[in-house]
């Protein structure tokens, strides 16, 4: 299980190992898989690609490992892809900018046509939403994310008035404020990761524009909700899969388990976290349906299951799934809506 125990995305550390004590015991209790028991290893996410990716060759190497998934930013997937091919077999839970179809990497994460181009559209129908600003950290995911939003922006005749980038984890947070307030612009898209949008929340609050111009980020969870405080997430949405307030069997199952294994005072169950069961709950799976584990390819297009997000579908090396658009309420999320799967649906 690869997740990020130091960095930015370090906030989701703590739920993501929570959540694979929940993987191990779900999954054992139903017998394992192939008959063998489930152990979670948990490795770094959070340190530089390179020695994440040195990290998995080794367990690999020493036999320790069988399969690879948890929830990391694309830099880190790149790293690993040439690490595991052929090898073990790789989920991909967290939402990532899409394209990926490198063998034996099974992404199961949202992309941007599924959340962010129909929520730009949403708040433009029902919020009048058209000038938007982008702020995003400099790596693989806001980047080529900013590609599509630039197309979206043509397609439904919004107007992108601006856009900056910081370094992950070591960006200037006021600087980047100062050019959103000094924009014309009425909403911003944060393409932040973790503590980076929890630090351009409280900034953002203290210079007032939270009573100015709204925000919209697919990357948000209850964690950099508690991290930013209650009073610096007004006028904030957010798209994902998953969300806590979830009402639905399968989410308020895993609420319910997730506790039980971990106790009341365990972190929040957010969307980060639940893409890790999301991930380990594919993998098993599929290694069940194809009796080997380097052998899902051959059975994983076009399957699909009930998850704690809903009816999950596999097909051409992703995943289709509900997607929903919720506003900050105080330290949870209020679901507003769920998002059409495409932007001309």
Same mark, same amino acid.
């Given at each position: ?43 770094? +996410? @959070?340190?530089?690609? #390179?020695?994440?990716?040195? =990290?998995?060759? /080794? *367990?690999? $190497? ?99 008035? +601006? @856009?900056?980038?910081? #370094?992950?984890?070591?960006? =200037?947070?006021? /600087? *980047?404020? $100062? ?99 999301? +991930?380990?709950?594919?993998? #098993? ?61």
């Amino acid at each position: 299980m690869v997740v990020p125990l130091q960095g930015p995305a370090g906030l989701f550390g703590p739920s993501c190992e929570a959540v694979g004590e929940l993987v191990a015991h779900d999954l054992n209790a139903a017998g394992g898989v192939l008959g063998r028991q489930v152990c979670i290893e948990v490795v770094d +996410g @959070g340190a530089h690609p #390179a020695v994440v990716a040195a =990290d998995v060759k /080794r *367990l690999i $190497d020493e036999g320790s490992i069988d399969a690879v998934s948890g929830w990391h930013i694309s830099s880190v997937r790149n790293a690993l892809a040439p690490v595991v091919v052929d090898r073990v077999p790789y989920s991909y839970p967290a939402l990532y900018e899409g394209g990926e179809r490198r063998r034996g990497i099974f992404c199961c994460g949202e992309t941007p046509d599924q959340q962010i181009a129909p929520a730009l559209r949403w708040m433009r129908d029902n919020l009048g939403i058209r000038k938007w600003f982008v702020v995003g950290d400099d790596y693989v995911w806001p980047r080529s994310s900013l590609a599509e939003v630039r197309r979206y922006v043509r397609e439904l005749s919004l107007d992108l008035v +601006g @856009g900056s980038f910081v #370094a992950l984890g070591h960006g =200037d947070i006021d /600087r *980047l404020v $100062d050019k959103v307030a000094q924009s014309r612009c009425e909403a911003v898209l944060m393409l932040l990761v973790g503590q980076d949008a929890v630090e351009f929340n409280r900034t953002f609050a203290r210079r007032g524009l939270q009573d100015e111009k709204l925000r919209f980020s697919p990357l948000m969870d209850e964690n950099m909700l508690i991290a930013s405080g209650h009073d610096a997430t007004h006028g904030l949405f957010v798209a994902a899969s998953y969300f806590r307030s979830m009402v639905g069997r399968n989410s308020m199952e895993l609420l319910d388990r997730y506790l039980e294994v971990n106790g009341p005072s365990a972190p929040a169950l957010g969307s980060a976290a639940e893409s890790c069961y999301e +991930g380990a709950y594919f993998l #098993a799976e599929m290694i069940r349906r194809a009796g080997d584990p380097l052998a899902i390819d051959a059975v994983a297009d076009g399957v699909a299951y009930e998850s704690p997000r809903g009816t999950v579908e596999f097909l051409e090396h992703r995943t289709s799934q509900p997607v929903h658009l919720a506003v900050a309420a105080g330290v949870d999320f209020e679901i507003v809506t769920t998002l059409p799967g495409s932007l001309i649906g």
